[in-house]
């Protein structure tokens, strides 16, 4: 069985450009995560998708952020425009329902110049 | 008061000894409790979960829950350097809010 993927593993950019980041979940997990680690931090949620419904986005900075996930499945994290305090690992995990374990994809490391 | 507390280490022990990793949660509500192993520049990888007051054991490891004292730990035992990571405690939210907090993590460095 696959894993989460994401893309891209890694990701330069300088400050106020924008950035995506792409994630497909285990196939049939219904429910998809999007975190953000900083280093020596735990993950901290940004926005949670149960199916295509955002059912908890209250982390998520609005202002800059964004995040879809249509059809249920794959989903994309949008930074636009990114700060230097953005630089970090992206997360992206996946679970079949709310209280089963959460699976993680490799990240995506984003580092904002 | 940060919702999970963990000692952040580094915790070291020699090979073969008993690791003993310790976590604390504010939230008394909690429901479900987790044990994430992370090696240094990968992600969390899931290795223990516990719902229930005691213990559970999974080969080397034994997670044990005490929900009266809001308190999680993980031993692991006969430690071997491949244990050697950060190890990431986290919390499942009550009712509808099934938000898992993570604490900082635990470095543990297993010494041959």
């Known amino acids: 069985e696959a894993g989460v993927v994401q893309s891209p593993r890694y990701k330069i950019i300088e400050k106020k450009q924008p950035v995506a980041f792409w994630c497909n979940p285990i196939s049939g997990h219904n429910t998809l995560y999007w975190y953000l680690q900083n280093l020596g931090q735990g993950p901290e949620l940004l926005i949670r998708y149960e199916n295509e419904e955002a059912v908890d986005d209250s982390q998520l900075p609005k202002d800059r952020f964004s995040a879809e996930r249509l059809k249920g499945v794959d989903s994309t994290l949008k930074i636009q425009p990114a700060e230097l305090g953005d630089s970090a690992v992206y997360l992206c995990a996946s679970s079949w329902g709310l209280v089963n374990e959460q699976f993680f994809g490799p990240g995506t490391r984003l580092t904002v110049l | 008061q940060k919702e999970v507390e963990q000692n952040s280490g580094p915790l070291s022990v020699p090979e073969g000894a008993i690791a003993s990793l310790n976590c604390t949660y504010s939230?008394?509500?909690?429901?479900?409790f987790f044990w994430y192993r992370q090696y240094s520049g990968k992600s969390p990888e899931l290795i223990m979960f516990i719902y229930s007051n005691g213990d559970k054991e999974d080969g080397r490891f034994t997670a044990q829950l005490n929900k009266a004292s809001q308190y999680v730990s993980l031993l692991i035992r006969d430690s071997q350097p491949s244990d050697s990571a950060t190890y990431l405690c986290?919390?499942?939210?009550?009712?509808?809010?099934?938000?898992?907090?993570f604490g900082k993590g635990t470095l543990l460095t297993v010494n041959p």
């Open positions: 986290a919390v499942n939210g009550r009712g509808s809010n099934y938000k898992l907090t």
């Open positions: 939230d008394r509500g909690s429901q479900s």
